[in-house]
């Protein structure tokens, strides 16, 4: 049985192995998504446009415009002259924000009195406008500070210094890149085992499995196993990428990892031996494999805490294997996770898997039967 077994396995790997755009599609699309994730789909703003009109022109005020200038979240500063001019930038979504300093700004806080600063924001980009918003207020908050001690105003007793733990320079790359180590190896080895039966019955080979030797049992095995194997290579890859190529420090046991991936990978390889025999077609197995990649990387909490969902969506999460990797992976990597922590997430992977490969293995007993 072992053997036969053995053969299948090796079949499944050549089929993958010669097919010049197999290899291709298996390496260099998870790496360009890698970049792509990495990179673009980010939360961090360091390419802000903003306008300044600055009505005071007088040395304190200047000091406040230059220390927006010199901001390395901000790319590009345009001053503007007159207020009219405000509503043109905004509107035509030049800048997402403007800041306005009025004539007195100078005057007052010479006097002692407070000097006023407004932020015009565009509320079209909610999600940059806050964060911008957030960076403006900053920048002005230090400028007071300094300032107080220039002047010799008396500052606060208490001063507040926040502290991050784990990524103290909230370096964006350090959250999303792990979570990509989870993320590409579950598309990869989901859509090798989503074609594998669907690809036999297109090319007529399936009839072939039915009457050889092997039962129903041996070919799910044969056709689960390259796909085991080829995710866990992918993961490796995106790993190595991640530590070497992104620098994301790596700080956890190297076993709980791959132990995790590893059980990870084979619940994925349940869902996709299960679509696969769902389908009679490849094209079939990729629109399925499609809806579930789009709805499982959405209720993960990969781009969005799930903390904002509604109450329901927060229920089904908890049969997402994603959102439990995700956990493991962000931890092992910068928190250096302990087993137990590991193991509270790991146990739920381990029941959904269970669960994916017992029905998978069910469903294609019956198509088969």
């Known amino acids: 049985m072992f053997k036969r077994i053995y053969s299948l396995i090796v079949k499944e790997l050549l089929v993958v192995w010669q ?6 599609i298996l390496i260099i699309p998870p790496l360009i998504q890698l970049f792509i994730f990495a990179f673009a789909a980010t939360l961090d703003v360091t390419n802000a446009s903003i306008a300044i009109l600055n009505q005071d022109y007088g040395k304190l005020s200047y000091e406040l415009t230059q220390r927006f200038q010199g901001s390395p979240f901000i790319k590009n ?5 007159h207020v009219e001019q405000i509503k043109d930038v905004i509107d035509n979504q030049k800048v997402v924000m403007v800041v306005h300093i009025d004539q007195l700004f100078s005057k007052n806080l010479l006097e002692n009195q407070s000097g006023s600063v407004q932020l ?20 002005i908050q230090q400028y ?5 001690k220039k002047i010799n105003l008396p500052t606060p007793s208490t001063i507040l210094i926040p502290r991050n733990w784990f990524n103290s320079n909230l370096i964006y790359l350090w959250f999303t890149v792990p979570g990509l180590v989870a993320i590409l190896t579950m598309v990869t080895a989901l859509l090798i085992t989503s074609l594998t039966i669907a690809r036999e019955r297109e090319l007529g080979t399936f009839d072939q499995l039915l009457v050889s030797p092997l039962s129903s049992m041996d070919i799910l095995i044969g056709k689960a196993v390259p796909g085991i194997i080829i995710g866990m290579a992918e993961g490796t890859i995106i790993l190595l990428a991640a530590i070497f190529v992104f620098g994301v420090p790596f700080t956890g046991s190297i076993f709980s990892l791959y132990l995790s991936l590893f059980v990870f990978v084979c619940s994925i390889v349940g869902i996709g031996l299960f679509l696969s ?3 009679n077609t490849q094209q079939q197995a ?13 209720l993960s909490g990969f781009g969005t805490p799930i903390e904002t969902m509604p109450k329901f969506f927060q229920d089904i999460t908890y049969i997402n294997p994603v959102r439990y990797i995700l956990v493991i992976v962000r931890g092992i990597f910068i928190k250096k996770l302990p087993f137990n922590i590991v193991w509270s997430n790991l146990y739920p992977i381990i029941l959904i898997g269970v669960f ?9 007993r019956k198509r088969v039967g």
Do not use: E
Request: hydrophobic share 50%; charged share 15%.
């Open 19 to 24: 097919d010049k755009k197999s290899r291709i």
């Open 77 to 81: 500063v345009t001053y503007l002259d």
């Open 120 to 139: 015009i924001l565009d509320g079209r980009k909610s999600n940059t406008a806050q964060i911008v918003q957030g960076y403006a207020t900053k920048i």
């Open 144 to 148: 007071n500070m300094d300032l107080a």
């Open 277 to 279: 025999s769902l389908c």
């Open 286 to 298: 990729l629109l399925a494999t499609f809806i579930f990649l789009t709805s499982a990387i959405l």
């Open 356 to 364: 994916n490969l017992s029905v998978a293995s069910w469903f294609f």
